[in-house]
């Protein structure tokens, strides 16, 4: 089951969602749910721009696979059947994918929208994790 912690927006939807911020749990994705409620999906979320394909081979539901751009704008929707071995690919470059129930109703130009603004906690984390340069006052 789905284990929603964030809640984004795209076109006045909002959908609650669990985030795939590691390479494992990118690598994991929704392999392992049986369903997604209405307006629940996975936020892929990648350090940098990717041509990275995508697989549903494992994933036992059909879904929605957006491809979104370093903009926060949809660049393509996938509609696809679980099961299907064939890679998915995006034509152009993207920064983040959302997986959602097939049939969502997001299309190209959509306006993805969360709040990426880091609370003390997540920037204690991505600090243990990264090697951040400081000036001479201490500031990232």
Same mark, same amino acid.
């Given at each position: %089951?789905?284990?929603?912690?964030?809640?984004?927006?795209?076109?006045?939807?909002?959908?609650? *969602?669990?985030?795939? !911020?590691?390479?494992?749990?990118?690598? *994991?994705?929704?392999? #392992?749910?049986?369903?997604?409620?209405?307006?629940?999906? &996975?936020?892929? /979320?990648?350090? #940098?721009? $990717?041509?990275? @394909? =995508?697989?549903?081979?494992?994933?036992? /539901?059909?879904?929605?696979?957006? =491809?979104? !751009?370093?903009?926060?704008?949809?660049?393509?929707?996938?509609?696809?059947?679980?099961? !299907?071995? @064939?890679?998915? *690919?995006?034509? %152009?470059?993207?920064?983040?994918?959302?997986?959602? @129930? /097939? #049939?969502?109703? *997001?299309?190209?130009? !959509? +306006?993805?929208? =969360?709040?990426?603004? =880091? $609370? +003390?906690?997540?920037? $204690?984390?991505?600090?243990?994790?990264? &090697?951040?340069?400081?000036?001479?006052?201490? @500031?990232?």
């Amino acid at each position: %089951e789905l284990n929603p912690t964030e809640t984004i927006e795209i076109e006045d939807q909002k959908y609650d *969602i669990e985030i795939a !911020d590691t390479e494992e749990k990118r690598m *994991i994705g929704l392999k #392992n749910i049986d369903s997604l409620k209405d307006k629940q999906g &996975m936020l892929f /979320i990648f350090d #940098n721009l $990717t041509t990275d @394909n =995508f697989t549903m081979k494992e994933t036992k /539901i059909d879904l929605d696979i957006i =491809f979104i !751009d370093e903009d926060k704008e949809v660049l393509e929707v996938h509609s696809v059947k679980a099961f !299907d071995p @064939n890679p998915i *690919i995006c034509s %152009e470059p993207y920064m983040y994918v959302f997986e959602t @129930n /097939i #049939n969502s109703g *997001i299309k190209k130009g !959509d +306006e993805l929208d =969360f709040d990426d603004d =880091f $609370t +003390e906690d997540e920037m $204690t984390e991505i600090k243990k994790s990264k &090697m951040l340069v400081l000036d001479s006052e201490g @500031n990232v």
